[in-house]
């Protein structure tokens, strides 16, 4: 079992508005120091229906089709991932752009193949988050495997 099988902790969920508050003081890109790209987005709850932030890691950025790739750290579980279900446009930000997006999933294959892809890049990035979720692995095949069950989207802009 993994730590995306279950929900995150109170200390985990303050861990992770960390980067949230940064962003909105003015301070995003600075986990491009620690060799990130993250994405604000900005969701609407699917029963509240009130406006929520989530921070997600960039995995890659495709300019020839103006494509992010990110993750679901806790996959379909995560509430970020509902409410985009739910209500499909949302807001994102990534540096200094900001635009409206919908996002499509990666197929199990793809996702596989795009977290070998991210390690490559990031070799010592990755093996801390897969660390801090309990995932371990020895080689890209094993990571290959765990990439099969994580939740991997495409998100495109849309045109205004």
Do not use: C
Request: hydrophobic share 40%; glycine share 8%; proline share 3%.
């Amino acid at each position: 079992m993994s730590a995306f099988d279950k929900r995150p902790g109170q200390l985990q969920k303050f861990f992770f508005k960390v980067p949230v508050w940064l962003h909105k003081m003015g301070l995003g890109g600075w986990e491009r120091l620690i060799g990130a790209q993250w994405m604000l987005i900005t969701h609407i709850g699917r029963k509240s229906g009130k406006r929520y932030d989530s921070m997600v890691d960039v995995m890659d950025y495709d300019k020839a089709s103006d494509t992010y790739y990110i993750e679901a750290a806790y996959g379909a579980r995560a509430d970020w991932y509902k409410n985009i279900q739910a209500n499909p446009m949302f807001e994102a930000k990534v540096g200094r752009r900001k635009f409206k997006a919908r996002a499509g999933a990666l197929t199990t294959e793809g996702a596989s193949e795009m977290l070998v892809q991210f390690y490559r890049s990031k070799p010592a990035y990755t093996r801390s988050v897969m660390a801090m979720a309990g995932m371990k692995f020895k080689d890209e095949a094993e990571l290959r495997e765990l990439g099969k069950n994580l939740t991997l989207l495409a998100v495109k802009p849309e045109k205004e």
